[in-house]
């Protein structure tokens, strides 16, 4: 069973910088790929960022509104993805979920996490 466990939200002014981390478990054969997605109110969740691995490669696709602002990563000794967001804009104002993809393929992401809620003040 695939747990996927956000941490890092919270409140920022405009400007500020916050990382998020996804702990995953259970993944060791299921997925190489993850990501991030976030829902703003009123919203439809729309897709951040990925990460693939293959070994010691891997691949990132962002999107280009957070482009140039926002980094994923992953850490691998512990099964752990990371979202760095800097710049952080009032629009970026979500909550921000982890996901899964068990395919690879970034089409089918079956597992999520319960969210973390990101405030950005102007």
């Known amino acids: 069973q695939v747990r996927l466990v956000e941490s890092g939200g919270g409140l920022v002014q405009a400007g500020a910088s916050l990382r998020l981390s996804c702990a995953a478990s259970d993944l060791t054969f299921s997925t190489n790929t993850m990501g991030w997605f976030r829902q703003a109110p009123g919203k439809e969740r729309e897709f951040v960022a990925s990460?693939?691995?293959?070994?010691?490669?891997?691949?990132?696709f962002v999107a280009t509104s957070v482009k140039g602002r926002f980094t994923i990563s992953r850490d691998s000794t512990e099964n752990t993805v990371y979202l760095q967001m800097n710049s952080l804009k009032p629009e970026d104002t979500a909550i921000y979920y982890c996901?899964?993809?068990?395919?690879?393929?970034?089409?089918?992401?079956?597992?999520w996490g319960q969210g973390t809620q990101v405030t950005v003040s102007s």
């Open positions: 990460i693939t691995w293959s070994g010691t490669i891997t691949s990132t």
């Open positions: 996901s899964a993809d068990p395919t690879g393929t970034r089409r089918n992401w079956g597992y």
